[in-house]
């Protein structure tokens, strides 16, 4: 959520930021202010009010003063109806507003994204070599008719090897992010709306999410989860940055969002995935978004694949975020990148939504900034291992920092 006393006071800065990223008719910073003015004209109203019927206490009551101060109370209470009517609607209209995107994340869409960092080679093979579907059903690690039968389109089923690859690739990155003094978290699947509120995914992304029949989601990432650990507290400046990881799997609708040519793993309704995040004092953040992608990065570099790291335009970042990275993994049979990891930071604008402080030497309570970032995401990461690694024998190459994690330390996937 932006802050109101910034579209106040910078209110042509905010509209051109705001601009990179939306269309004018689709927001109206006006009105903001216009409702913010009448909310405060409300407030001294009621002020007022109180104050005049506290001065009634210090006297001697009668009929006269007992009756202006009964008139009083009603008047005091139907401001106040006024005043949470239009703090709602302010609410409603601040919410509905995206993050202001960073001063280097240049205006547009997916046409605008930068690519600034290029990691290894695009294999070449001298054989025909096979898309990720063909060889692990050859190599019977990955079910998909089984899990289609259990669950619909979208989904899959990690069997034999394929479950151990899998498990494998969550140890590599769990040991990783220990190594770094990272906090493990494990964390509930389901969140109630006003975690999903907080985390910037409600309003705009209510049909994105799976919903139960008692009101609670499931979690689409555990960014969601994360943000909502210290919601409504005020942390020690001291002890910033506070640093966490989780393991989750993860649950998205995708609706309508399917294609041909993203078959298999590339995308579906669950996955597993590590999350990185961050609560740190404003002046570290950058700082911070630096160490995030630099860990995610190095541990595709660690598998030994080609990737490439990719600066977002501000119409392709999650309205929730300032600034991100999308560390994109080469998948052979498709000719494209595909993201398993993004790096975002959300400056303060989850910690207004979520009410995440932390109290300065001076004794004043200021809003923390929050970042997170994928420490992988593992479904499109299986894919390009199966499809970069290949052998012509059908085969599948293990990168070395999973073998530990295999029975005798295998290097092949095989039948």
Known sequence: ML?????????????????????????????????????????????????????Y?????????????????????????????????LKEKLAALPNLPAEDVVAGGKENNEVILTVGEKPNFNFTPKDHVELATNLDIIDYKRAAKMSGAGFWIYKGQGAILEWALLNYFINFHLA??????????????ESAYASGHLPKFRDELFWTQ??????????????????????????????YFSYSACFRRE????????????????????EMFQFTHPQDSWQAFTELRQNAESLVTGLGLHFQTTKLAAGDCSSAMAK????????????????????????????????????????KNEYVHTL?????????????????????????RIPEVLRPYFPNKQEYLSN
């Open 324 to 363: 991100t990275y999308d560390i994109e993994i080469w998948i052979p049979s498709m000719g494209i990148y595909k993201e398993v990891s993004s790096v975002s930071n959300a400056l303060d604008y989850q910690a207004r939504r979520s009410n995440i402080r932390y109290k300065t030497s001076e004794g």
């Open 214 to 243: 008692d009101k609670l989601c499931l979690n689409a990432t555990s960014e969601m989860m994360l943000n909502n650990y210290h919601r409504d507290e005020v942390l020690i400046e001291k002890e910033l940055p506070l640093k």
């Open 57 to 89: 206490s210090k006297t001697k009551p009668s009929p006269e003063i007992i009756a202006n101060m009964k008139k009083l109370g009603e008047e005091i209470k139907e401001v106040e109806e006024k005043i949470n009517t239009i703090e709602n609607e």
């Open 180 to 193: 770094n003094n990272y906090t493990f978290i494990l964390p509930p699947y389901l969140l109630n709306e």
């Open 372 to 396: 997170n970032g994928s420490g992988l995401a593992t479904s499109r990461l299986i894919p390009a291992i199966l499809e970069q690694c290949q052998e012509a024998d059908g085969r599948v």
């Open 3 to 55: 802050d109101i006393k910034k579209i106040r006071e910078q209110t042509n800065e905010v509209k051109q930021a705001l601009l990179k990223r939306l269309e004018e008719k689709d927001f109206d910073l006006g009105e903001i202010i216009k409702l913010d003015d009448e909310r405060k004209i409300l407030v001294k109203k009621g002020d007022d009010c109180k104050a005049e019927r506290n001065s």
């Open 255 to 274: 609706a309508g969002s399917y294609r041909k040519e993203e078959r298999g793993m590339i995308r579906g309704h669950q996955f597993n995935k590590i």
